[in-house]
């Protein structure tokens, strides 16, 4: 999928969970794409290499559940978080992040997103993912 190749929204009467994935590094995106595509009832609708471009897709893909990279060229993944308060409906989030700064966990916990470390256990990321699938 190219890295700003999006799925349009539609009526989907299957349930499944749609997914976008928002990171600049192209090999990072295409493991999380590869976990997430093993999930039952995951629908990866996107993928973007910078935070700009991930706007745009949200807008255009309306995903349930948003795979967020913090260090991105353009705007970053701070940027994302405090735009998706301008959303309707926004997409609930998990932080993927090689961060390991405290402080960035927290602001990333105050603006209502999970935080994973990259580095986090396929078996970890899926559960996230279903975490906040479910809500």
Do not use: N, Q
Request: glycine share 6%; net charge negative; proline share 6%.
């Amino acid at each position: 999928m190219a890295a700003a190749e999006v799925t349009r929204r539609r009526d989907d009467a299957t349930g499944a969970t749609r997914i976008l994935i928002c990171d600049d590094a192209p090999d990072h995106r295409a493991l999380v794409r590869a976990v997430l595509a093993e999930v039952p009832g995951v629908e990866i609708v996107g993928e973007a290499a910078d935070g700009d471009t991930c706007l745009t897709a949200i807008a255009l893909t309306d995903p349930d559940v948003l795979v967020l990279d913090l260090h991105m060229p353009r705007s970053d993944g701070y940027k994302v978080l405090a735009s998706l308060s301008d959303l309707l409906t926004p997409p609930r989030v998990l932080v993927l992040s090689s961060t390991r700064d405290d402080g960035a966990r927290a602001r990333v916990t105050a603006a209502g997103a999970e935080f994973l470390p990259k580095g986090a256990s396929p078996d970890e990321l899926a559960a996230a993912v279903r975490r906040l699938a479910a809500g």
